[in-house]
């Protein structure tokens, strides 16, 4: 039993594979009685995220290395890279109620 398919694979291929060797499996976020092709569906769109968050990964990387010259070694210059310095410092400066 798990919470949202994702949980338990973000992989068509293994999803498939389960569902071929008749391992019972229930998904909470679905229901029991989900058709075998729904979650065939909704395993393809975690593969797809899991690819997207990846290649999002790489691109903050990618930008980081360019802006730094290496990677970002502390929240704080994570903080640079993606820009939330600025909101630090308008906070910093905002009158407390």
């Known amino acids: ?11 068509v291929h293994f999803i498939s594979g389960l569902m071929k060797h008749r391992v019972n499996f ?3 976020e679905l229901g ?5 092709f729904l ?4 395993a393809a769109l975690a593969e797809k995220e899991r690819r997207l ?3 999002r990964t790489k691109d ?16 704080s210059t994570l903080r640079y890279v993606f820009g939330h ?6 906070a910093e400066k ?4």
């Open 39 to 42: 979650l065939h569906i909704y």
């Open 26 to 28: 229930i998904v909470t």
């Open 85 to 90: 310095e600025e909101e630090d410092r308008n």
């Open 94 to 97: 905002a009158p407390q109620a």
């Open 60 to 75: 903050a990387l990618a930008r980081s290395t360019k802006k730094l010259g290496s990677l970002p070694l502390n929240w």
């Open 32 to 36: 029991a009685d989900v058709e075998p």
């Open 1 to 11: 039993m798990v919470a949202k398919l994702d949980r338990l694979s973000r992989g």
């Open 53 to 55: 968050i990846s290649q």
